[in-house]
């Protein structure tokens, strides 16, 4: 819930800082928008960066304690204005999630380390709000493909991919900042709507059994081919 506040608290924040450029715009006083607007061209781009991830467990059927799992992303967008500050901007990324948990074995206190390991190729649809001076806010969803799920314990690496279902969706939200020259900083929080267990009735299922849905929050570098022109 802290990292959802702190999310929250950094979109409201770029809103504001949205809302108080668009005052500015008029002034011309220390006012250097992109070089390229956005509302005048397609950009293609890249970004990578690193991913905070961790399960949301429910009815397990037995004590286990989930921890975040670092792995990291990258992948290629083009972003597409739509007129004014709002644009939309797909892309395709490799993604690794999963979740680092502590499961009680027996009776009293002892319990055993495993970490998992889950590897997707992803298609975020975001919509993206962004300020002549590069601040930005986005939203929209995700759908993930698993390539590959693998448990780690004992030293051991364990292939469980049949236990996971082969897709994944997600909402995500974020903000960032774009530089003149085409870089920028990108966080997003994906928030996982679907039960990543392989539960024989497909994401969704009303079955009753055992949960995992994936908590991921992502920090990384994004780059604007042509922004600098």
Same mark, same amino acid.
């Given at each position: 819930?802290?990292? /959802?506040? @702190?999310?929250?608290?950094?979109?409201?924040?770029?809103?504001?800082?949205?809302?108080?450029?668009?005052?500015?715009?008029g002034t011309g006083k220390d006012f250097k928008p992109l070089r390229t607007p956005m509302s005048k061209a397609v950009r293609f781009g890249l970004q990578a960066g690193v991913n905070m991830a961790k399960f949301n467990?429910?009815?397990?059927?037995?004590?286990?304690?989930?921890?975040?799992?670092?792995?990291?992303?990258?992948?290629?967008?083009?972003?597409? !204005? @739509?007129?004014?500050?709002?644009?939309?901007? !797909?892309?395709?990324? $490799?993604?690794?999630?999963?979740?680092?948990?502590?499961?009680?074995?027996?009776?009293?206190?002892?319990?055993?380390?495993?970490?998992?390991?889950?590897? $997707? /190729?992803? @298609? !975020?649809?975001?919509?993206?709000?962004?300020?002549?001076s590069g601040l930005f806010v986005e939203l929209g969803p995700q759908v993930s493909f698993l390539g590959k799920a693998e448990l780690q314990y004992e030293n051991s690496d364990v292939d469980n991919k049949d236990d996971?279902?082969?897709?994944?969706?997600?909402?995500?939200?974020?903000? =960032?900042?774009?530089?003149?020259?085409? @870089?920028?900083?990108?966080?997003?929080?994906?928030?996982?709507?679907?039960?990543?267990?392989?539960?024989?009735?497909?994401?969704?299922?009303?079955?009753? =059994? !055992?949960?995992?849905?994936?908590?991921?929050?992502?920090?990384?570098?994004? $780059?604007?081919?042509?922004?600098?022109?």
């Amino acid at each position: 819930m802290k990292k /959802i506040s @702190l999310l929250a608290i950094a979109f409201v924040t770029t809103c504001t800082a949205m809302a108080q450029d668009g005052t500015q715009q008029g002034t011309g006083k220390d006012f250097k928008p992109l070089r390229t607007p956005m509302s005048k061209a397609v950009r293609f781009g890249l970004q990578a960066g690193v991913n905070m991830a961790k399960f949301n467990d429910n009815n397990l059927g037995y004590d286990a304690n989930t921890n975040t799992k670092t792995g990291f992303h990258f992948g290629a967008f083009v972003n597409i !204005p @739509l007129g004014g500050s709002l644009r939309f901007q !797909p892309g395709v990324l $490799y993604n690794t999630y999963g979740s680092k948990m502590a499961i009680q074995t027996g009776v009293g206190t002892a319990t055993t380390d495993v970490e998992q390991d889950l590897q $997707y /190729i992803s @298609l !975020p649809l975001m919509l993206q709000f962004q300020s002549r001076s590069g601040l930005f806010v986005e939203l929209g969803p995700q759908v993930s493909f698993l390539g590959k799920a693998e448990l780690q314990y004992e030293n051991s690496d364990v292939d469980n991919k049949d236990d996971f279902d082969k897709l994944d969706v997600s909402a995500g939200i974020g903000a =960032g900042y774009l530089s003149r020259i085409g @870089l920028g900083l990108n966080l997003r929080y994906n928030f996982g709507l679907s039960n990543v267990i392989e539960d024989n009735g497909g994401n969704n299922s009303s079955n009753d =059994g !055992p949960e995992l849905k994936n908590r991921v929050i992502s920090v990384g570098l994004v $780059y604007h081919f042509g922004a600098a022109k």
